[in-house]
Structures are given as C-alpha cells and as structure tokens.
C-alpha cells in the first residue's frame, strides 16, 4: 500500500491541477433581457456542433441568463421576439424563429432579420473573436460586452431603434402594421453590391452603400454589411467572461 502512495498523491494533484486549469479558462456568457417585453434567446453552434443550453429559452422581463461555451466554441446567440410556443415547446415568434421551436434544432438559426451575437472564444491562450452584426438585417437592440479580460476588449452592439429609422421597403410589420424588423439592403433588394456577392464578392470590390451606411450611422459598433471594417465591427478579448443585454438602454 505505501508503495502507492507517491503514484496516488501525483494523480490526485494531476485531478485539482486540471480542475483548475478548466475553472480558469471557463468563459461566462450572461445574457440579460432589460426589456419591457420577453424575449426567448435562440443559439446556434457552429458546424453542427452541440448546442448550448438546449438551443433556446425564454427570458421574462429582467431576467438573467448564464452561458458556458467551451473552449473553441463558435457560434451565434440572438433574440426572438413575440413568441407563442406551448407546453411542449412548439409555436412560432415574430422574429428570429428557428423552426418552430422553443429549442432551436442543430444547425438551425434565426429566420432574418435578425441582430447577432457572434462569438469564437479562444482555445489555448488564444483571444476570443466577438461581433455584434446588422448583416442579416436587424430586430432588437443589444450590447455585447466584456468583463474581466485583457487586451483590446471594446463593446460591440447596436443601441438604436432601427425600427423606427427603417426604410419603407426594408421593414416588416406585424398583424397590426408595428414594425417589428429591418430588413437588410441584400435581403430587401438581392442586388450583388448590397450583397457582397458576384464582381462585388470581395473587400476591394464591396465599398458601403447609402443603405449599409445608414445601418453602420445609427449602430456605429456592429457589421453593417459583410466586408464592414473590422476595426469598428469585430473585436477581441483574451479570457475574458460576456454580457449580451437586450434593450441596453430600457
Ligand atoms: C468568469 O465568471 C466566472 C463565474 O462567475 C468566474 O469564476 C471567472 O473567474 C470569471 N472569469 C474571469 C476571467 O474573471
Ligand atoms: C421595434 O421592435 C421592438 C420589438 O419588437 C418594439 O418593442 C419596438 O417598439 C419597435 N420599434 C418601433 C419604432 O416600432
Ligand atoms: C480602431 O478604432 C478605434 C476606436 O474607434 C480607434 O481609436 C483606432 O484609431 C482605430 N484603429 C485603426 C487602425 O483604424
């Protein structure tokens, strides 16, 4: 028995050395609804890769939500708004809907327009690279902010009611003609220079429009169109925990 011991102590600091190690590096998303109405968060891994809190949930009015990606994860958080689902989670919302579910399916994500959080948090040392982005157009305001990391950790987000800023021909209404989503100039008007697609496939060929930049006026800190420049849209922190608020300024 005392032969052991040695081998026995290694092991059981090899277990608090590694309990440790994944305490340390573990990345806290916390999502907050400070709006006036609820919205039921939807989440999307990339690569088909496992979802994270069953994919969706509902969040009432000043409630909080945390989410813990692993190392390496990369995806997509947003928020549906006027959803209907019953008990067993089936129904459908206004914005954002990912397939008639509570729980957003693997490889599902949220019907346009949509405001996206995006996230692929660093593995090994490496910093997190996070957006907030209008490219799939826009339906609810929200700040991507950082706590505790290091580096160059700037907010991202879109603070604005693009609602109501909306072009005629890029919103969508509801039952009762409210404007419940702004749809992108891509969406809107499937023109290659809007899209970034065809001869405009690349940065040097897809300046901003008039469209792409009345997005980027009233939402300075998020993608206003996919070649957007990356210094004002996409950020990084190195270990850093999140917090995504829903109608930052409610
Ligand atoms: C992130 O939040 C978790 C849980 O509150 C905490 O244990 C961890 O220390 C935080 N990370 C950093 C880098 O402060
Ligand atoms: C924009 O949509 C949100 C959420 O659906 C709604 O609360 C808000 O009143 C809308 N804004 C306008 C100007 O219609
Ligand atoms: C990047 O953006 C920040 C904040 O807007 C600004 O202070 C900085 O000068 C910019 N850097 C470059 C290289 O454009």
């Given at each position: 028995m005392a032969r052991f011991s040695g081998l026995h102590l290694l092991f059981f600091s090899f277990i608090i050395a590694t309990g440790t190690i994944s305490l340390v590096s573990g990345t806290v998303i916390t999502i907050v609804n400070s709006c006036s109405f609820p919205v039921w968060p939807g989440l999307l891994t990339g690569d088909k890769g496992a979802q994270l809190n069953d994919g969706g949930f509902e969040l009432a009015p000043g409630a909080t939500m945390d989410v813990t990606p692993p190392a390496g994860w990369s995806g997509r958080i947003w928020g549906r708004t006027g959803c209907n689902f019953d008990a067993s989670g089936t129904g459908s919302c206004l914005?954002?809907?990912?397939?008639?579910?509570l729980k957003c399916p693997v490889g599902v994500g949220g019907a346009t327009p949509v405001t996206l959080a995006e996230f692929t948090i660093g593995k090994d040392g490496r910093p997190d690279n996070y957006d907030v982005s209008l490219v799939d157009g826009y339906n609810i305001q929200m700040a991507l902010t950082t706590r505790d990391g290091t580096g160059d950790c700037r907010s991202g987000g879109c603070?604005?009611?693009?609602n109501g800023s909306c072009p005629n021909d890029q919103r969508v209404l509801d039952g009762a003609n409210n404007v419940v989503a702004c749809k992108s100039a891509c969406e809107a008007f499937k023109k290659p220079e809007y899209c970034c697609?065809?001869?405009?496939?690349k940065l040097e060929t897809c300046p901003p429009t008039d469209l792409s930049k009345m997005f980027k006026a009233a939402c300075?800190?998020?993608?206003?169109?996919?070649?957007?420049d990356k210094n004002t849209s996409l950020f990084t922190c190195t270990n850093a925990n999140y917090s995504i608020v829903f109608c930052p300024k409610a």
């Open positions: 914005t954002g809907d990912c397939g008639n579910t603070d604005s009611d693009l697609t065809g001869a405009f496939d300075p800190r998020a993608y206003s169109y996919a070649y957007d």
